[in-house]
């Protein structure tokens, strides 16, 4: 369970819910939520990678693959000579608008425009169409 800790009724919630824990002896684990992503952002990037894979013949992991590749600069690190990549939660809202809009500028110039998040239309053909091909993808 997530918890505000800001709102007053979500830390007596917490607190509540702590010491419930706490008198079973219970481990638990707390861990700090950082504002990240939108769901909204999240659920376009999603429809993005269906669309530009159903385009270009990519499943949706290879899809995903050159989107970070395309964003190297947010996703790749490196740790004791290795390389790694993270994953788009890690991304906050804004992080996560400018890596959406590289992507889109880098479909374009593939050949293949993607449709701005207020298409409607687009966003209802695409989720069809991905279900439809949800093998392949």
Known sequence: MNY????????????????????????VSIIEKHPGRTL??????????????????????????????????LYYYKKKGRTFTKSSADLNKDEMARSIDKFMLASAEAGYELPPADNEEWRSLIE??????????
């Open 40 to 73: 909204n952002q999240n659920s376009y990037l999603h429809l993005l990678l269906g669309d530009f894979g159903l385009h270009f013949g990519y499943t949706l992991e290879e899809a995903k693959i050159i989107y970070k590749q395309v964003n190297k600069d």
């Open 4 to 27: 505000n800790l800001a709102d007053p009724i979500e830390l007596k919630s917490a607190r509540g819910r702590i010491n419930y824990l706490a008198k079973k002896g219970r481990r």
């Open 128 to 137: 069809n169409e991905m279900e439809r091909n949800r093998r392949y993808l």
